[in-house]
């Protein structure tokens, strides 16, 4: 899935269960089943590690994480509010500043000096 892309319901979602020892991630709602990055560079620093690797995850990577039905459709929910919302931003920009129209005097000198 590419940035910017609303997600939609899997109507087949099954929640992460939660077992006993595992990590969990608690982002107000929002529960994710992982180890976060958090533990990682702890632990690269009690060790003395300079470096460690790391990836961005997507949206759409979060899903299979979450730990309620509940936090599944709300997290789609907030999700899908912060792609309308740069979507109602970039129509309201492009409203307040208009493509140029083409300047047809500019091309058409143009077009006469390639041929002259």
Do not use: C
């Not at 892309?5 to 020892?21: A, S, T, Y």
């Amino acid at each position: 899935m590419g940035r910017g892309k609303k997600l939609e319901v899997d109507k087949n979602f099954r929640p992460m269960p939660i077992d006993e020892g595992d990590e969990l991630y608690v982002n107000g709602i929002f529960v994710f089943n992982v180890i976060d990055g958090n533990h990682r560079l702890e632990g690269a620093y009690r060790y003395g590690v300079e470096k460690i690797s790391g990836a961005r995850v997507s949206a759409d990577q979060h899903l299979p994480f979450l730990t309620s039905k509940k936090a599944y459709t709300s997290y789609i929910d907030f999700w899908n509010s912060k792609i309308q919302e740069r979507v109602d931003e970039f129509d309201a920009s492009a409203e307040r500043n208009p493509p140029a129209a083409p300047n047809n005097d500019l091309r058409a000198k143009i077009k006469a000096r390639k041929r002259g």
